[in-house]
């Protein structure tokens, strides 16, 4: 069974910045595809970021060039580097990894708000 763990969520002010966590743990192969979507309520769940297994990254046009997706050197581990934040970033942000199939963290609370 694949499980998720996120931190690094919380309360930031405009132009701040917030690191995200994912740990994965569980049957898994290093290297699996892995990143992060975000949803606010009422709203799709939408894009954020992805790594695939050989180290391509992905973002969402609206974060391109303020967040930063990397992993760790064992590759059970993801990050999301949030630069820049803004207003409109505020949401639940989800980590996923690709296994099979697609497992979801419990999800991270991100407010930025004055």
């Known amino acids: 069974q694949v499980q998720l763990v996120e931190s690094g969520g919380g309360l930031v002010q405009p132009g701040g910045s917030l690191r995200l966590s994912c740990a994965a743990s569980?049957?898994?192969?290093?290297?699996?595809?892995m990143g992060w979507y975000r949803q606010a309520p009422g709203k799709q769940r939408e894009l954020v970021a992805g790594?695939?297994?050989?180290?391509?990254?992905n973002y969402a046009d609206s974060v391109n060039d303020r967040f930063t997706i990397s992993r760790d050197n064992g590759g059970n581990t993801v990050y999301l580097q949030m630069n820049s934040l803004k207003p409109e970033d505020t949401d639940v942000y989800y980590c996923?990894?690709?296994?099979?199939?697609?497992?979801w963290g419990q999800g991270t609370q991100v407010t930025v708000s004055s």
């Open positions: 996923y990894l690709i296994h099979s199939k697609q497992y």
């Open positions: 569980g049957i898994i192969f290093r290297l699996n595809p």
């Open positions: 790594i695939t297994s050989s180290g391509i990254t």
